[in-house]
């Protein structure tokens, strides 16, 4: 292994923590540290000295397959998918999830299933890399086709758990009752509940299922999982539940996730590694996720790429509150015209944090003139085609998109994007019950907050990705001042990069490399030979340009 800088500081001091008697270990660390080895070697540290067996889990499948791929260890762990992802032999226009032993009761497969094939070999291998949601649903399969419990279990990309808990204790049914507290919605739930049992055992003494049989046969399971988690715990804690009722949709949802996560995952081990960017503050991750403050020992890794080459623009431009967007959406919509005329030549993108923003910002942006004569090409994307559009971004056919829920989770290196636009402070969405309850009604500004500063970092990290690499993240919300005043909570390595401006006019990027150009400096960090203010830095650019 080629170590990068802090990764072998990080992986003694993450075992020196457990043999120490920690029971999780939680490492902050930004892009481009390169989590996925420091986690995989922490894990066969403990194999080898104390014959620990272990679970390697992600919400994101992007990173099992990245793992999959990895040179170094795709080849010494074991990855198990859902059954969709493997084709049935015994009729290939099938997966594995609706394959003829699936459907038809009466058949005996005498080929062997790639998917149980696969299991087996992930439930004999001492590392199983599994998504987040495999390993929550493998607890409600029978005993003998279960992972069980292991020694340890390593949570990549953690901080985004809180979000999957609850959806995974959320449920959403169109019913036509009335509720006017959390006991006629357990009394619903406990009807349900039975009637779902039911038809299951109806479907299940079916010879046969056609697809759409099958398909209800699937949801009814989930069905069944998730009344069946509500009931369990909402006996415990009915305060830790708020429902909704609109028009004919009943919305169920828990408040404090901490105790489903301990019941789906946290039980299933009794060492636990979280790794993360942005977990940011340990005594919230552990408050939110329901670990123990005082058996959580945690390392903070500091950015390893130079901070000239990721500044952070903060431009006050206007508030983008839901009150006031519609008011200063033009001002918005102006600011970002006027930064992607800066950078015109280079790929971008704008993170617009809901669909309503983006639709106020695009329709100014799509018809600039200013943008059109130069050749920029603007793409927006709606929730119906956000993947082929970005697919389209990827590939080059847009120059800037402005788009909404891709602050994190992707990959834009290099020339795939020079700089990013934040036009709204990335605050929870009020209009959700479980947000409203924690926010308006028990007072939890620090929680949203955190959700804030945890949702501006991801996104800061979409763009620069490796220590060569660079680029500028413009945010433009005024809101973000208010949040900046709490920069201590905030990653030592993201306030260095933050420089404000009052005006955009002040912002200087040279015409030929597209960097910062600093005033103090008096010189283009990528040309180099540029020196003098940002006027000459031009002239010798334009020349090196004619030179060329």
Known sequence: INWRPKQKETLKAAIEAIESGYNNVLIDAPVGFGKTIVNYKIAEYLNREYGHEAFYTTPQIALIEQIERDPLIGNRVRVIKGRENYPCLADRRYTAASGKCRRDRRYKCILQCMYKVEKVKAMMHWISVMSFAYLIYDRYVPEEYSFGRRELIIVDEADDIESWAEEFGSFRFRVSNEFKDIDDVIGWAEISLKNTKQKIAEYEAMPYLDDDDLKEYENLKKYEIKLTNFLSHVSRDKDNWVFEKKDDKLVVKPVRVGEILYDLLWSRAMIRVCSSGTIIDRAMFCKTTGLRLEDTFMIKVGSIFPVENRPVIYCPIAKMTKELRADN??????????????????????????????????????????????????????????????????????????????????????????????????????????????????????????????????????????????????????????????????????????????????????PRCGRLVEKDEKMCPRCGECVGGADEVERVCRVGRQNE
Request: charged share 30%.
């Open 329 to 510: 959406a033009e001002a918005i919509a102006d600011a970002v015209v006027k930064i992607v005329e800066k950078h015109a030549g280079m790929r971008g993108i704008c993170h617009a944090h809901c669909y309503e923003i983006a639709e106020l910002i695009a329709k100014k942006v799509m018809n600039s003139e200013i943008l059109r004569k130069r050749g920029i090409r603007v793409g927006v994307h709606d929730e119906n085609n956000r993947k082929d559009v970005f697919n389209k971004f990827l590939n080059g056919e847009i120059d800037f998109l402005i788009s909404v829920g891709f602050n994190r989770g992707i990959d834009l290196k290099y020339d795939l994007a020079r700089y990013q636009i934040i036009v709204r402070v990335p605050y929870p969405d009020i209009s959700d019950i479980r947000v409203r309850e924690l926010w308006i009604n028990r007072k939890a500004w620090n929680w949203a907050r955190y959700q804030a500063i945890k949702n501006i970092v991801q996104a800061y990290g979409r763009i620069v990705r490796a220590e060569d690499d660079w680029g500028i993240t413009y945010i433009i919300d005024e809101s973000f001042g208010h949040l900046f005043r709490y920069k201590s909570q905030m990653p030592k390595y993201f306030v260095e990069a933050v420089k404000e401006v009052s005006s955009l006019d002040e912002v200087e990027i040279c």
